[in-house]
Nanobody, 124 residues
Framework: QVQLVESGGGLMQAGGSLRLSCAASGRTFSSYTMGWLRQAPGKERELVASMRWSGGSPYYADSAKGRFTISRDNAKNMVYLQMNSLKPEDTAVYYC?????????????????WGQGTQVTVSS
């Protein structure tokens, strides 16, 4: 069982930056594909960014490209989402998610473990 705990959300003005953090339990963190997803009121949950356990280039949604950066520290069991140039449309609950060990994902599907979510609100 993997537990994920997000932190770092809050209220920010448009153009500002926030850094979300996700702490994961478990001894095989490096084998998880990790993702950040978000859900705004009345909208479907969408994948914002992800990093595969096998390495390679991270995935970013078009809305996140050039503004958000996902990173992970396998030694600390942590994954981060640096969000710059925030826009009001970035307002959502942000979730950290993990697959099973060596799991694969297709878009927002395939994640087994979820954090409780952290609210990000961007004012105009």
């Amino acid at each position: 069982q993997v537990q994920l705990v997000e932190s770092g959300g809050g209220l920010m003005q448009a153009g500002g930056s926030l850094r979300l953090s996700c702490a994961a339990s478990g001894r095989t963190f490096s084998s998880y594909t990790m993702g950040w997803l978000r859900q705004a009121p009345g909208k479907e949950r969408e994948l914002v960014a992800s990093m595969r356990w096998s390495g390679g280039s991270p995935y970013y949604a078009d809305s996140a490209k050039g503004r958000f950066t996902i990173s992970r520290d396998n030694a600390k069991n942590m994954v981060y989402l640096q969000m710059n140039s925030l826009k009001p449309e970035d307002t959502a609950v942000y979730y950290c998610a993990a697959t099973d060990p060596y799991g694969t994902t297709v878009g927002r599907h395939g994640y087994t473990y979820w954090g409780q979510g952290t609210q990000v609100t961007v004012s105009s």
